[in-house]
């Protein structure tokens, strides 16, 4: 799977944004798919996830509320809503595809997921 994140940019401190993550090479209705972000000097951490056998969705604790992952099969992309942004979710914001959910949801680092997007900066402003 080829996945192509887009959509960031900069924003104010309670702005929004959507990021969008568009896949080629395989459908993605079989693919838990997510959505990670990073900072420089700092872990690559787990921000969202739609699971593909339930439908359900999963979030980090420190977008709960604000952000929204969603997909699209038919358009083959999976979407991120993020709403009330604040300054420390500056980051560059990754997409990934992996047919085992737990290596997400229990994530281990970049090389434990088996598809990833090459990232699109997020810089929200105070």
């Known amino acids: 799977v080829q996945l192509q994140a887009s959509g960031g940019g900069l924003v104010q401190a309670g702005g929004s944004l959507r990021l969008s993550c568009a896949a080629s090479?395989?459908?993605?209705?079989?693919?838990?798919m997510g959505w990670f972000r990073q900072v420089p000097g700092a872990e690559r951490q787990f921000v969202a996830a739609?699971?593909?056998?339930?439908?359900?969705?999963v979030y980090g604790d420190s977008v709960k509320g604000r952000f929204t992952i969603s997909r699209d099969n038919a358009k083959n992309t999976v979407y991120l809503q993020m709403n009330s942004l604040k300054p420390e979710d500056t980051a560059v914001y990754y997409c990934?595809?992996?047919?085992?959910?737990?290596?997400?949801?229990?994530?281990?680092?970049?090389?434990?997921?088996?598809?990833w997007g090459q990232g699109t900066l997020v810089t929200v402003s105070s």
């Open positions: 739609s699971i593909w056998t339930s439908g359900n969705t």
């Open positions: 990934a595809a992996d047919n085992t959910i737990a290596r997400m949801l229990r994530f281990r680092g970049p090389e434990s997921v088996d598809y």
């Open positions: 090479g395989r459908t993605i209705s079989t693919y838990n």
